[in-house]
């Protein structure tokens, strides 16, 4: 079940019992976020803890960037024998592109896809220039981040991005802790 973001603000609202799961990585959720969303990454979710925080007669709307990673999420938790659980279609970018709310980082970061498209656009050109100056075989750097892009694209899970959050500029602070994995 998906909902769109105009029908979840008015739910949370209208003061219904919603749990929203934000199953992004840290320094995405850091980066923004909605108000009373709980990080769970997706690689840590935890299926006991959503439906602790479901409750009896609640729901739960599992969040990404753009819905990829929360139907994952959906999969996972409805095996896991989780009712009353509905994705938000679009993610963020389509709660910020109906202009609702976001909690936004004051940090003078990088976003995490800028990062991404940064890395692969260098290494794409770089490989290409020692390709085509020195020798050919530097044509597999090209060939490798192409394949990556693809598979990005095909499945919606991006290891570079993963890698990258892990990196020491992207430690998020919270809880009292400074990782980058942390799922509090």
Known sequence: MKIQAKQLEQDLQSGKSVTLIDVRTPVEHDEMHIEGSRLMPLDRLDVDAVKAAIGEGGCCVVICHSGKRAEQA????????????AILEGGVTAWDAAGLPLNRSQKNRLPLMRQVHLTIGLCVLTGSILALTGDKNYAIVPAIFGAGLTLAGATGWCGLALVLSKMPWNKVECGGCAKSSCSV
């Open 74 to 85: 959906f999969k996972q938790l409805q095996a896991a024998g989780c009712g009353n659980i």
